[in-house]
């Protein structure tokens, strides 16, 4: 049975850091493109991050780039995200996602091809 747990969420001052964690079970994980998600109350889940099945490749919605970093260790099994210059409108629940039938250096940018979900960690940016 697949399962991603994401951890890592929290209440943080705008300007500040967090570091998600979505640990993988039930998979080989390095098959698998990964991605990180967003949705924020009234709207619709995003795309906030996408990273291939190596680590090679990744990608970013131009809101986040050059703040947050995906990454992704499959010894361990676990993608990470790291979220630098924390906004007000990064606050959302954030999940992870693994996508499988994936070659080596595709990403994943739609929602929709995605496989597996995690149950999302809430992340909260306020002062």
């Known amino acids: 049975q697949v399962q991603l747990i994401e951890s890592g969420g929290g209440l943080v001052h705008p300007g500040g850091s967090l570091r998600l964690s979505c640990a993988a079970s039930?998979?080989?994980?390095?098959?698998?493109?990964m991605g990180w998600f967003r949705q924020a109350p009234g709207k619709e889940r995003e795309i906030v991050a996408v990273?291939?099945?190596?680590?090679?490749?990744?990608e970013y919605t131009s809101a986040v780039k050059g703040r947050f970093t995906i990454s992704r260790d499959n010894a361990k099994n676990t993608v990470y995200l790291q979220m630098n210059r924390l906004k007000p409108e990064d606050t959302a629940v954030y999940y992870c996602?693994?996508?499988?039938?994936?070659?080596?250096?595709?990403?994943?940018?739609?929602?929709?091809?995605?496989?597996?979900w995690g149950q999302g960690t809430q992340v909260t940016v306020s002062l």
């Open positions: 996602a693994a996508a499988d039938r994936v070659v080596t250096g595709q990403l994943v940018t739609s929602r929709e091809r995605y496989n597996y």
């Open positions: 039930g998979v080989t994980f390095s098959d698998f493109a």
């Open positions: 990273i291939s099945r190596a680590g090679t490749v990744r």
